[in-house]
């Protein structure tokens, strides 16, 4: 049997317009950010994004804004070698209340994904 090893992704943490920003880097495999805002005296996720990729190619995005309620998913075509091409979808999403920071106790069991 082939060994797996993990390897845990990069942190970075940013603070820009007000917003903490929780950004981890899967290196060549994608990202995963995580917007908060400071409001009603804890920090709530207001945004989510998501890169999985091949390489330096980007295979698909996922992009939430939970104050609007609204999804962008953008899968690459693959169609062109050269450039990449993307197929957009628009989903509403039901959300009924802002997920708190403090409630969070390990970001790899928070799947906001399926919404």
């Known amino acids: ?25 899967h290196g060549r495999y994608g990202s ?7 409001q009603n005296r804890d920090f709530e996720l207001i945004g989510y994004d998501q890169s999985d990729n091949f390489g330096p190619v980007v295979a698909k995005e996922i992009s939430i804004n939970f104050m609007t309620k ?5 899968e690459n075509t693959f169609e062109n070698e050269e450039e990449e091409v993307f197929k957009e979808t628009w989903k509403n999403i039901k959300v009924d209340r802002l997920i708190k ?15």
Not at 1 to 11: C, I, K, N, R, S
Not at 32 to 38: D, E, G, I, P
Not at 101 to 115: A, C, G, M, P, Y
């Open 70 to 74: 609204k999804k962008l998913e953008r």
């Open 32 to 38: 995963q950010k995580f917007t908060f805002r400071y």
């Open 1 to 25: 049997m082939g060994e797996y090893m993990f390897v845990a992704p990069d942190l970075y943490l940013t603070i820009e317009k007000g917003n903490l920003y929780i950004n981890f880097s």
């Open 101 to 115: 920071l403090s409630e969070i106790k390990d970001f790899r069991q928070l799947n906001v994904t399926d919404l």
